[in-house]
């Protein structure tokens, strides 16, 4: 079945940590897309890149960084400059980047700081 | 600039009763606009989308949403709610960003809750 796997599940981090989550996709799109969920405030933009070794900012890229070396997979870090990392992240894909396209979420990670 | 307005944070409805959420968008161009579905600690689901055209549009799960430009609004509805469509519902608007870049700028979202 095609679709959109994040990892972990559940992800804790201590003070001054850099914690990596995965994203992978099997639908062979090109666009793919991270965004952060808090209660009440809905999806924002952090990071997404239109094709392979390219990426852009989103609305709110501080304290993270991507990379993008493989067309499946874009993964994102959360640093430790990001001093509120406690949310839901999503990941997405669109076959392109024309806003006909619909994005196609991923279960999320919860990423929580111990 | 492009915003998403969900004037209800929650809403409770009884099983078989219909539903009605609220949308209202701001966005100078023609919008595309999109309902997803989140369930509890999941990802999110495309109910539908509208971009062109008639104005009803019929998505997944018996839910439809009707554009209505005179208004800014998109609302999402069901006519009879089954327990499974307890979720929170997100209203999204597409823009273009950064040049011709899909971007979504999501409303805050509706909590759906089913009473038996």
């Known amino acids: 079945d095609g679709g959109i796997t994040q990892s972990p599940k559940y992800l804790f981090r201590k003070e001054g940590q850099n914690v990596t989550l995965s994203c992978e996709q099997n639908l062979n799109h090109d666009a793919m897309y991270w965004y952060r969920q808090d209660p009440g405030q809905g999806l924002r933009l952090i990071y997404y890149?239109?094709?392979?070794?390219?990426?852009q900012k989103g609305d709110i890229a501080e304290g993270y960084s991507v990379s993008r070396e493989k067309k499946e997979s874009f993964p994102l870090t959360v640093t430790s400059a990001q001093k509120n990392p406690t949310a839901f992240y999503l990941c997405?894909?669109?076959?392109?980047?024309?806003?006909?396209?619909?994005?196609?979420f991923g279960p999320g990670t919860r990423l929580l700081v111990l | 600039a492009q915003s998403v307005t969900q004037p209800d944070i929650h809403i409770t409805v009884s099983e078989g009763a219909s539903l009605e959420l609220r949308c209202n968008y701001s966005y100078g161009a023609t919008p595309y606009l999109f309902w997803y579905v989140q369930s509890p600690g999941q990802g999110l689901q495309l109910l539908l989308k509208y971009f062109s055209g008639d104005t009803l549009v019929q998505g997944i799960k018996g839910f439809e949403a009707e554009f209505k430009r005179s208004q800014s609004s998109f609302n999402l509805r069901k006519p009879s709610v089954h327990w499974s469509d307890a979720a929170e519902y997100f209203c999204a608007v597409g823009a273009g960003y950064g040049g011709a870049t899909n971007k979504l700028i999501f409303g805050t979202g509706t909590l759906l809750a089913v009473q038996p």
């Open positions: 890149s239109q094709i392979v070794n390219d990426f």
């Open positions: 997405a894909s669109s076959r392109g980047t024309s806003l006909i396209e619909t994005q196609y």
